[in-house]
């Protein structure tokens, strides 16, 4: 996996562009955000994600679906329980994944950050394979932005405190945080 630093890229993952992002205000990366998702809620492997991300998810087919099909959300990248890593906004340009957010003293998370989702739920130990991955993508992406240093990897739960609960408690951050990297 390599990022192409003048498309924002990376090549060797899938690519599944969403129309769910606009330009960053100021081009500052310097945040990484972990989620979790799954579509239905608890269910993996689905595909569902993909949709929703390209806000074609089908309302028929789930409950759950109809009353989120009408949002517009994305994230730079998904991690499924495969370990698989899909991209699908650019890095230089603004996903819309964190919602109403503050790091520190300073709001709208998504103007600055890249958002990470793994397939997965709050309670559901997440796969070794997905850790794999993550902490190669983590490489990547602190290499290539530096201003992402240990302090500014967080969860969804730690910008949106109240509101979101995610990556959760089965989130290992000490095996994140053990890495090769700089978290």
């Known amino acids: 996996m390599q990022l192409d630093h003048a498309t924002g890229w990376c090549r060797g993952i899938h690519h599944c562009p969403s129309p769910n992002f ?13 989620h979790n998702i ?13 949709q929703f991300f390209q806000n074609c998810l089908p309302t028929d ?9 009408s949002l517009q959300v994305s994230a730079h990248f998904l991690i499924e329980r495969d370990g698989a890593i899909t991209q699908f906004v650019s890095c230089l340009d603004r996903a819309w994944h964190a919602g109403i957010s503050r790091f520190g ?3 709208s998370c998504n103007d600055y950050s890249l958002g990470i989702e793994l397939e997965g739920a709050d309670e559901t130990p997440y796969s070794e394979a997905q850790y794999d991955s993550l902490i190669r993508l983590c490489q990547v992406l602190q290499q290539a932005y530096p201003a992402i240093t240990s302090e ?32």
């Open 38 to 50: 799954s579509l239905p809620p608890g269910c993996f492997g689905t595909g569902k994600v993909q």
């Open 22 to 34: 606009n330009q960053r205000p100021d081009g500052e990366i310097s945040l990484l955000v972990i």
């Open 152 to 183: 500014r990897v967080c969860g969804h739960s730690d910008i949106a405190p109240g509101r979101k609960t995610d990556p959760g408690p089965a989130f290992n951050w000490q095996r994140l945080r053990s890495a090769s990297i700089v978290v």
């Open 61 to 69: 087919e789930h409950p759950f679906f109809a009353e989120i099909a």
């Open 105 to 107: 003293e300073r709001e």
